[in-house]
């Protein structure tokens, strides 16, 4: 099996341990793996800055290690299953992964961002295939999209991250309703104008198919039902 050096300088990671839409996940030594983009949409580099920040000040990430690579950022190998999985496999309620989304968006949110102290991390892709549910407790991870700026962007990209799967044909479109209706049930920083921001976002994400985009306006007006009764 690959070391993390071996890695970092271009060399064959080890197994394949998963794959998403832009990047494959490989094993490496000592309880690490590598995270290798295949698209270039990202930079590692960057990413893994935000992470190492956000673990200083004890949010829930894997530990990092500089790559010295845009595309290659080496972790904490986690062992757990996703939050999504769990959900599929029953053993967590769709009402509790909602409440656990919230949690870890107020978490977020109260640590301040690197650019100065009024500002805050916003991960803006945090939905339950981005939370491992290690033995310590959550771990998000994938903070692709990472960017400082107002949290109620945060809450809007989730919550529209959920309504598009409500509203689809997908098989777990009944459990993501109370999901989300669970993640915005105690007060939270949902507005107009960052939902609106969060739908233009998501219609412009390169990564989604033309499907995920249509359904980007039923999931919007959902979102809102939650807004006018709020």
Known sequence: MATMGEAARGGTPGPLLGSGRTADVYALDDGWVLRRDRQGYGDAAAEGAVMAHLRRHGYPVPAVRPSGSRTDLV??????????????????????????????????????????????VLHLDLHPDNVVLTADGPRVIDWTNAEEGDPALDWSTSAVILAQVAVSPHPLAAPARPMLAALLTDPSLLTEPALTEALRRRAANPTMSAEEVELLGAAGELVRSFLRTG
């Open 75 to 120: 972790m904490e190998r986690l062992d757990g299953p996703t939050m999504l999985h769990a959900c599929v496999a029953g053993t967590l309620g769709p009402e509790e992964a909602g409440r656990t989304l919230a949690d870890l968006l107020r978490a977020l949110h109260a640590v301040p961002g690197r650019e100065g102290p009024g500002t805050r």
